[in-house]
Nanobody, 114 residues
């Protein structure tokens, strides 16, 4: 499956962004989909993920501020980011996992100014 992420940009601290990830085919049977991010000079880290059964996990920094969702009919994964902070700056990647195989989108840059 190919993943196309979009929605990144420049936002002031306290603002909001909505990231979207469109899959090239049905996401109905995908085991996991989610978002990772990578800040400059840091390792890639999990932001949030959703299982095929709808179970959602968030990183501690995302809890209460970010919301992951999916639209199975449209093959879209989204990440609503509220109350963003400069520390949220980085490249955000969507990914999918099924039967031992992971796929990654190309990433979308999020920059939060203070």
């Amino acid at each position: 499956v190919q993943l196309q992420a979009s929605g990144g940009g420049l936002v002031q601290a306290g603002g909001s962004l909505r990231l979207s990830c469109v899959a090239s085919r049905s996401i109905f049977s995908i085991s996991y989909m989610g978002w990772y991010r990578q800040a400059p000079g840091k390792q890639r880290e999990l932001v949030a993920r959703i299982s095929g059964g709808g179970t959602i996990e968030y990183a501690d920094f995302a809890k209460g501020r970010f919301t992951i969702s999916r639209d199975i009919a449209k093959n879209i994964l989204a990440l609503q980011m509220n109350s963003v902070e400069p520390e949220d700056t980085g490249v955000y990647y969507c990914y999918s996992y099924k039967r031992g195989t992971s796929h990654w989108g190309q990433g979308t840059q999020v920059t939060v100014s203070s």
